[in-house]
């Protein structure tokens, strides 16, 4: 008994097969082609949305989409290869109806449209949100780095390039020193020659870092990279890499991402507020419950989602809050500069006007001044309550005042005590941390292809759009989700 055989490649057909016959009824890129085309590229801001008149003709924006969103959602990011799946593969040959864009088209597409596909994602939410795919009610809030297109050789914080430039000097100083030797002996001429080559090396290498130094001190910043200027060094999960900090907010009814945005800050104490807010905004729902976990234990951030009716579920948040009261609305508590502590006096602890509870930490001058600090608080907080002279921060209040209670309604503020609900906070890891997962390695997008702040946010929209349509189909069927968008 022989093998099976295929067709023989000589062989004439009579009814050659279509090229829709390659792409059964089940596959993804049909729900590609068919929710591309159903979008206004126009109002959701892609260039050359409208055709010129005159030159010649451009590729569509909706071919370009269908592209890159394919390639997401089946680990093809580099315009390279979509260029070359786009001559050989049968699924994108399909899509594209045999385009074959130049890999730079593609990779300016990419480049030129970030605030287009963000809308696009954002879209693609309002969408399901019709289909009643986001439950509205629990959000989980998680952050996770990317490592940017800025190797770790050139990014430079101002502590490394006074240490260079003063190592530098002290080589600079050595070749004098054997230059000035050369000129006592005779017969060093060749090396007196090499020993000023490398002088001028090391100069202009100084001349540089000092450059760096300089436009440090002009940006207010502490670190610089060369590759990615906006690309900050941050400790992730593997050490310390080049990255972005990249948030995401996850629906607890069906685990697709409902807002995500790409930050350069280094940690997550300040991402709850502005998240929970986005995310309550595009879902419609004022007055859902976030949730987070001790990275984002920030009693100012908690108190502004408390203010906007936001419930936030914090790990290791337990304790009082301040947020403005409603009779003093105009008087909201946003700094130590307009507004004060206040002592509760129950539990011996002051209240920071940023939202902070804080415990004595040591009495002074014959036990009648506390000093009240949270060091982890205090040190990511910069509005100081104590002059830079004093080596911990904090508000320093006489014993004698705390015999009663400061009156809150002064204050602008009122006293809310947190309690998180545990089996809410355990829920956020299987929400959260499941759409990184699957992105970074599912997907191979952990690293980032594109530069800069603006050009990062335009390709993480095409990563998490290309979950969330991975998600969809999985949730309701090929079959169905092309009926719900037709």
């Given at each position: 008994m022989g093998y099976i055989e295929g067709v023989s490649r000589g062989q004439i057909l009579m009814l050659p097969p279509s090229l829709d016959e390659f792409v059964d009824e089940e596959n993804a890129v049909r729900v590609i082609d068919v929710y591309v085309d159903g979008l206004d590229m126009?109002?959701?801001?892609?260039?050359?949305?409208?055709?010129?008149?005159?030159?010649?003709?451009?590729?569509?924006?909706?071919?370009?989409?269908?592209?890159?969103?394919?390639?997401?959602?089946?680990?093809?990011?580099?315009?390279?290869?979509?260029?070359?799946?786009?001559?050989?593969?049968?699924?994108?040959?399909?899509?594209?109806?045999?385009?074959?864009?130049?890999?730079?088209?593609?990779?300016?597409?990419?480049?030129?449209?970030?605030?287009?596909?963000?809308?696009?994602?954002?879209?693609?939410?309002?969408?399901?949100?019709?289909?009643?795919?986001?439950?509205?009610?629990?959000?989980?809030?998680?952050?996770?780095?990317?490592?940017?297109?800025?190797?770790?050789?050139?990014?430079?914080?101002?502590?490394?390039?006074?240490?260079?430039?003063?190592?530098?000097?002290?080589?600079?100083?050595?070749?004098?020193?054997?230059?000035?030797?050369?000129?006592?002996?005779?017969?060093?001429?060749?090396?007196?020659?090499?020993?000023?080559?490398?002088?001028e090396r090391l100069s202009r290498r100084k001349c540089a870092y000092e450059s760096y130094v300089e436009e440090l001190s002009q940006s207010g910043e502490t670190q610089i990279s060369l590759t990615d200027p906006d690309a900050r060094m941050m400790k992730g999960a593997h050490g310390f890499g080049v990255s972005y900090n990249v948030q995401v907010s996850v629906d607890s009814k069906h685990g697709l991402i409902a807002e995500f945005d790409v930050t350069q800050e280094g940690n997550d104490i300040k991402q709850l507020s502005g998240m929970a807010l986005a995310t309550a905004d595009i879902l419609e729902a004022p007055n859902i419950t976030a949730t987070a976990d001790g990275g984002y234990n920030s009693g100012g951030e908690i108190a502004k989602c408390i203010e906007k009716g936001i419930t936030p579920h914090v790990t290791g948040s337990q304790g009082e809050i301040c947020v403005p009261c409603e009779a003093h609305e105009a008087h909201k508590v946003e700094s130590h500069d307009n507004g004060r502590g206040t002592y509760i006096g129950e539990r011996n602890i002051v209240i920071c006007p940023m939202g902070n509870a804080m415990p004595p930490k040591y009495f002074k001058k014959d036990d009648r001044t506390a000093q009240h600090y949270d060091g982890k608080a205090c040190s990511s907080c910069k509005c100081k309550c104590t002059p830079s002279k004093f080596k911990t921060f904090g508000i320093r209040m006489k014993r004698s005042e705390f015999s009663k209670e400061c009156d809150l309604d002064n204050l602008h503020v009122k006293q809310i005590v947190i309690s998180p609900d545990k089996s809410i906070t355990d829920r956020r890891k299987g929400l959260a941390e499941h759409p990184f997962g699957t992105i970074k390695r599912n997907m191979d997008a952990g690293y980032l292809l594109t530069r800069g702040l603006g050009n990062v946010k335009g390709e993480m929209s095409l990563a998490v759009l290309a979950y969330n349509l991975k998600r969809a189909i999985n949730i309701m069927g090929t079959k169905r989700l092309l009926e719900a968008m037709i």
């Open positions: 126009a109002c959701l801001g892609f260039e050359k949305a409208v055709p010129a008149q005159t030159g010649r003709p451009a590729y569509s924006p909706r071919d370009m989409l269908k592209l890159y969103v394919y390639g997401y959602m089946n680990r093809i990011r580099s315009s390279r290869r979509l260029e070359t799946e786009s001559r050989r593969n049968l699924e994108v040959i399909w899509l594209l109806g045999r385009l074959s864009p130049d890999h730079k088209t593609i990779s300016r597409f990419r480049k030129d449209n970030p605030l287009a596909l963000k809308n696009v994602f954002r879209d693609f939410v309002k969408m399901c949100m019709k289909m009643k795919l986001y439950g509205r009610e629990l959000a989980a809030i998680d952050g996770s780095k990317f490592s940017a297109s800025n190797s770790i050789g050139r990014n430079f914080s101002a502590r490394e390039l006074d240490k260079r430039i003063k190592r530098l000097d002290g080589r600079i100083d050595e070749y004098m020193q054997q230059l000035s030797e050369a000129d006592e002996a005779e017969g060093q001429s060749m090396e007196e020659g090499d020993v000023k080559g490398i002088i």
